[in-house]
Each structure stands twice: as C-alpha cells, then as structure tokens.
C-alpha cells in the first residue's frame, strides 16, 4: 500500500514536471523543423528543456539544463530552475533596450541558485546545481549567442560541416561554485541550412557496448554527421534508436 501510494505520487508529480515543458506549437513558430528527446529514468528527472519568447516575435531564448540528481531530487531543482528562468524572462521583457547575453543570464543563476539554496558556505546542508546550456536567438538579425556549463553545442554549417563549442568548464549553483564566476558566450551568425544540437549527459552518459562505457560525445557527433541532412522527425528516431541498440549490446 506504502509502495502505490509513493509510485501514485510521484506520477502526479510528472504531470506537474512535464507542464511546465515548452508547447510544441511554440517552438514552431521559430524553427521550420526541430525534435526533443525528454525520457526522465524515474518518472520524474533532473532533466528539463526550456524554451521562451522574449521582447518581440523573432527573438527567444532556450534553456537545456541537467540539475543535481535523479528522481524526486532532480526534480525538486527543475522547479527551482524555471522560478529563475520566469523571473529573468520577465525582467528583460520590461527592458528592450537590454543587449541579451546567455553568459549574464548564466551569472545570474549561479548567484540566485546558492542564494535561494543557502549554499554560499560550506557548511550548507544542500549541494545543488547543474549543468546546461542556453541559447538566445534573434532571428531579424540572424545571430544566435551560446553559453554551456559543461555542456557543448553542436552544429552543422551551410557547407555540411560539423563543429563544437566547448562550453565553460563550470557549472551552475553548487557550493564549490564562485559566485562571482565570469561564463563566457560565443557568437554566431546564422545561415538558413545550418542545425544546431544541444544535449544534457542524460544522452551522453548512458552505459552500453561491449564494454559498459558511456555513449559518449563521439558517438553524438557521427549520429549527426550522418543524418544532419534528414528531416528533424527522422533524426529523433536515429537518435533513440541508436542509443537503444548501445544500451543493449
């Protein structure tokens, strides 16, 4: 009976986890073509994907974030994570004359995480963080600005090649992180053809193979050499198909 009413619980509150996921109508309206992989292991996960409209139509902002732990736990700081990314959204509403920068927005949750989480001392009995990226987007002027924590983007120019930007070897909120710590961005200007691929360790981190290893960025990184020219729809069923078949050598 304990049992049923924990697992009934908990599935109530993945109604609530997968409300707060971006509505695929949304994104459509800023992109021809585009797919998600959400699959949280426990019902509930530490994973969330978050995507925004900012001051005007052509301009937005998408989050992927991979919080502290799994299950309940992970989920717990989703929440904390889109209660911080409402607020920053609202605010740059309200001011259009902002130059929007995702490292900024990055600073700003390392400081408002620690603080809201009391762990800007080490005896804090929490340690919670994550690791992600952020992506603005303004489509009038064709530029997109990248800032990972621990997270790489992945993208495909107009000739068919295929690049990754590093993100900064920091991540997000946890003690050890410095409040005052500078993320840095990178800039790039968008021709229509290009695609772009962000991804938490959530992909890249499952076991399989022969030899039980992580997938692993390599793997990613041909998953997209080879498909890149395929419709979005097609590379999604690549993407899981793929990691399935690792999962079970």
Known sequence: KINVK??????????????ILPQEKVIQDYTQEYFSIWQPRDIVGGDIWLFEELRHEDECLLFVIDCTGHGVPGAFVTMIVKAIEKEIVSKLQKHPEFDISPAEIMQYFNKTMKKLLRQDSSDSLSNAGFDGGIIYYN????????????TPLFYVDTEGKDHV???????VGYKKCDAD?????????????MKFYCTTDGYLDQ???????????????????????????????IFIKKLTEYQKD
Not at 209 to 236: A, H, N, T, W
């Open 165 to 171: 930007i590093k993100g900064n070897r920091y991540s």
């Open 6 to 19: 924990i697992q009934d619980s908990i599935q109530y509150a993945s109604l609530i986890q997968q409300a």
């Open 181 to 193: 710590y500078q993320y840095k961005e990178t800039i790039i200007d968008v021709k229509e053809g």
């Open 139 to 150: 489509r009038r002027k064709q530029v997109l600005k990248f800032c990972g924590a621990e």
């Open 207 to 237: 076991n399989g193979g022969e030899k039980g290893f992580p997938f692993g960025k390599k793997r990613f990184k041909q998953i997209v050499e080879e498909g890149y020219s395929l419709s979005m729809d097609k590379q999604k069923e």
